[in-house]
Structure formats: C-alpha cells, structure tokens
C-alpha cells in the first residue's frame, strides 16, 4: 500500500534525453499513470474478499489481518532494497519487472485461491509496490518534464491520484466484481492479471527518462538508508511519529473495514469495498486539493482533521452506526492525505540536500510499521473474543493518543526548517 512516496522523488542524477518527441513523452507519462494506477488497485483487491476467505475456510480474522501485514512487510523491504535502483538501472528495468511480479501474484490467485496462496501473492505484491511506487513517482515526473507542459505540478497530482487513488479503485472494483458476478476469489484476479500483463507490455515502449551514462557507471550496491537529522531530531521524530498513525488508519480500513461493516450488520464485499475506497479517494483529494498549503499548515489540518475522524469512527463502531464508521473514516482520511504530505515535507525540510531520500525512508519506514503493528493487534484480540467494539475505539484511542504527542512535540519544536543540522544520525 502504500502509501509510500506520494508526494517525493528518489534522489539521484537528471539527465536530459535527446531523441524520443515530446509527443511520446506524453504517451509515456499516460502509460506510466495507467500502470500506477493499476498496481495500487491491485494491492487492495483483496480488500473485500477477506469477508470470503474467512467464511469459506472458517478462518479467524487474525490469519486475514497477517495476510495485510505481510503485505506492509513486503512493501517496507523492497522500498529499502530496490526502491531506488532505478536511478541508475533506469525506470523501465524496475517497473517491468516489478509488474511482472504483480501478474505473477495474480496467476498464483487465479489457480489456486487458496489462504496459504494468498499469503504468498500478498508477500510478492508488496514486494512489486515497494519498487513501483518511487520508481513511478520519479518517472511521471521525468516524463512530464520532456512534454513541453506549462504546469509542472500536473506530475505530482497525477502520482498522488493513481497511488492514493488507485488503492481505492481496486476495493471498489473488486467490490462490485465480486457482487455482480460468480467466481469472486478468481475473477477479480483474472481481469487483473489481463491489465498488468498489457501494461508490462505497454511499459516497455515507454521512452527511458535515465540517461545511457548513468545506466552505464558501475556502483557498489546498498540498501536505502534511513537517515535522521541530528539538529532537528524532535521535529524528525514527530513526523515519524504522525506517518505511523496515519498508516495505522489506512489500515484499519484496508483489513479490516469488512469485518468491522459484517459486525455492525453491513455484511458483504460492496460494503467493504466501497467503505476502503471512499477512506483512500478521501486521502487522495485532500492531497490534490491542498497543494499550495505550507507543509505546517497541512500538519495541523491532519491533525485536527485526523483526530475527528477517528473520534467519529470509534464512536460509530460503538454505537453500532455504520454512518459514524464510514463517515468518520472518510474525515480521517482526508486528514491523512494532509498529514502525510505534511509529515513529507517536514522531513525533506530538515534534510541536507543529500539525504533527503534518506530522511523520507524513515518516514515510511514507521509509516509501514503503523500499518501492520495496530492492524495485527486488533485482528489478534478479535481471535481472542474481544469484540470490534473494544478493539476498534482502543485503536482510537490510541491513535489520538499518538497524534497529541506529535502535536505537542511540534509545538515544542518550532516551524519548519528551524532546525537543519549538517550532522546526520544513521540507522
């Protein structure tokens, strides 16, 4: 899922390319979109399915709950592994293989929608997201520049649409599959193995935006390291911080909006799916709509935005209120889309120039254990007979919790850029 790097670029050399025509560039970029898009929605088609799994194999809901961490866990390793080789391999050695990958965890699906199946393909489709997501974003944005645009935000809108919102279009989609027509734990996989197999072809027609020299320079490999500003660590820190709530939210809704909606009464994939979908179309919005705001600013409207949110979910799950859950959850998630981009901001703010991408992997790394850590806390107590009406307000709880400390700690810290430090603490 990711979302990882809505809003950032990897680091690395850019080159300008003679040769391809603008008017190629321009296909490009709406291939490179096409497939963002595509392999986001693919990493949340399983979302209304969990419902499925878990009746069909009489499942607890913690086996669906580590399927999604899996899943995170997969993203977090490959981001850190692979993310950023395509600065020097070059975009199109990444992303097609990385969509190729994808399509191999659809056809896994398609043969065989088995439970064990299903925790392999979520382990390969993290690992396929976490390469694709800033190989992507960087692409769109090398794409766009080489079309003669006069709007140079048009890349980042268009990279924030197809990653925030593709996440909720493939819920949707499935959604509606599986409510319309037989087979729901193949045919939503088989119309997705279709779609990636035409885009790895698609992709690979894409014009290269990196340059034959830097492909051609010989570098000692190295995973992404996570760097933290030493001068501003407070301020660092509370950014990390922040990414892990929100993640905890997105979540939430990823894994467990089904079972949560079939608690309350609203059984059913069309629910589940339309309920994730509206939490990341939420997210996406905010993040188009609010570009212009000071990265504090867009911090602060997360948070209050975020708090409300998950006050109204929480007390929606306790009042058995599927309006206060859903509504709840889509003001959350418009809150996430401003927090994280503020929380990105801050933390390239603080950043040198050279470990920019650095100081964003750390951000995304706690973002990655927000989505899994709460997620798998709750699906574990549900196992264990605590009710979605406890679970679900604790996790809250503790959300709102989290984000008070991270409201205090900027507070304490000062605005944006007030600390930068040349020194950098390394993990």
Known sequence: MTTPSTTTT??????????????????????????????????????????????RDGLPTVVVTVAFAVYAAGVAISLFTVGHLSDHLGRRRVLVPALALEALAALLLVLTPDVVVLVVARVLTGLAVGAITPTATAWLAELHGRTTSSRPGTAAVVATAANLGGLGLGSLLAGFLVGHLGDPLRVPHLLFLGLLLVLVLAVRAVPETVADDVRAEHRPYRV???????????????AALASFALFAVLGLFSSLAPSVLSSLGHAGPVPGGSTAFAVFAAAAASQVLLTRLHPDHLVRLGLVLTSVGVVVLGTGVLAASVALFVGGGVVAGAGVGALLKGALATAVGLAPAGSRGEATAGVFLAGYLGMAVPALAVGVSSTAGVAFTVSVPVLAGVVLLLLATVAVALRATGPVGSGHGEHQVRA
């Not at 392999?39 to 419902?51: G, I």
């Open 224 to 238: 992404q390291r996570v760097a933290v500003p030493a001068a501003a660590r407070g301020r660092y820190l509370a």
């Open 10 to 55: 990897p680091t690395g050399p850019r080159h300008s390319l003679a040769g391809p025509s603008p008017r190629r560039h321009r296909v490009g970029f709406a291939v490179v979109a096409a497939a963002f898009a595509t392999a986001m929605a693919f990493a949340t088609v399983p979302t209304p399915l969990w419902a499925l799994y878990r009746a």
